[in-house]
């Protein structure tokens, strides 16, 4: 994005000190409430549904008018996004590793995980909950 300014153009922005910065790459967030003197997920197997729906394709040609990439000799650009799974940790968010049946939630599917045995409640978005996020950190070979 491009801004171009006249000469002689005041341009001021708010400033807010000891604001904390806004995630850089796109996030996630998803938090947990759970009762008193338990963690949840704690050490165990933890599946999560997710219902997402497909991306459709903007043109409407039937597969038999599609050329594959093999057809036309072209390669399309088909790497995977790669999410980072991150919990909230006793001394801040830590990596979590996960399966995802979601493909970086292109498709409906699961997540599963082993529950961290450090799971702690940390304050986001006014709420003093657990919370488990997903970061987008670009496209690569692989997540």
């Given amino acids: 994005m491009?801004?171009?300014y006249e000469a002689g153009t005041n341009v001021t922005r708010p400033f807010m000190p000891l604001t904390p910065p806004i995630d850089t790459d796109p996030t996630i967030y998803f938090g947990f409430q759970q009762g008193d003197n338990?963690?949840?997920f704690q050490n165990n197997t933890t599946t999560l549904y997710f219902q997402v729906e497909p991306q459709q394709e903007e043109n409407s040609e039937t597969p038999e008018d599609t050329e594959t990439p093999e057809d036309t000799g072209t390669s399309e650009d088909t790497e995977p996004l790669l999410l980072v799974w991150e919990y909230s940790g006793a001394t801040g968010w830590k990596s979590l590793g996960v399966e995802d049946g979601t493909f970086t939630f292109s498709?409906?599917?699961?997540i599963e995980f082993i529950g961290p045995t450090d799971f702690s409640q940390r304050q986001e978005f006014g709420?003093?909950?657990y919370w488990l996020r997903a970061r987008w950190?670009?496209?690569?070979?692989g997540s």
């Fill in 2 to 4: 491009t801004t171009t």
């Fill in 38 to 40: 338990q963690l949840p």
């Fill in 107 to 110: 498709q409906r599917g699961l």
């Fill in 127 to 129: 709420n003093n909950l």
């Fill in 137 to 141: 950190t670009g496209q690569g070979a």
